[in-house]
């Protein structure tokens, strides 16, 4: 069992590059809003993905420190993205957000945590 990641660098970096997502996502810039829009995400609901995004963020950070945190904030980031992607392909909204934005951050999760595993 993996308890606290192998370095520190791989989940400091999922969640910086997370933080710079919610950051972006405060007042979403036209890339973000464009890929909600795509998955018909209703925009009363889009706080909750900053929300998420944060707590993974806190989670992924608090985990380098304590035991199984960073695996279980990771393994819940790529699960998220998943989802995503399962919206995406349901919507049908397969263009370049869906390949840059949401399968790059699901590569870059996936790769985190198999980082974290060595």
């Known amino acids: 069992m993996i308890l606290i990641p192998s370095s520190w660098l791989p989940p400091a970096l999922l969640a910086a590059v997370l933080l710079i997502d919610v950051a972006l996502s405060i ?6 809003r464009y890929c909600l829009h795509g998955v018909r995400f209703p925009e009363e609901w889009w706080w909750s993905l900053l ?4 707590l993974a963020t806190a989670g992924l950070i608090a985990g380098i420190w304590m035991p199984g945190l960073a695996f279980a904030a990771n393994s819940g980031v790529i699960v998220y993205f998943l989802c995503a992607a399962i919206a995406h392909i349901r919507a049908k909204a397969t263009g370049s957000a869906f390949w840059i934005n949401c399968l790059g ?6 790769a985190t945590l198999a980082l974290s595993l060595i």
């Open 27 to 32: 007042r979403p810039v036209q890339f973000i």
């Open 105 to 110: 951050m699901l590569a870059l999760s996936c």
């Open 51 to 54: 929300v998420i995004k944060a």
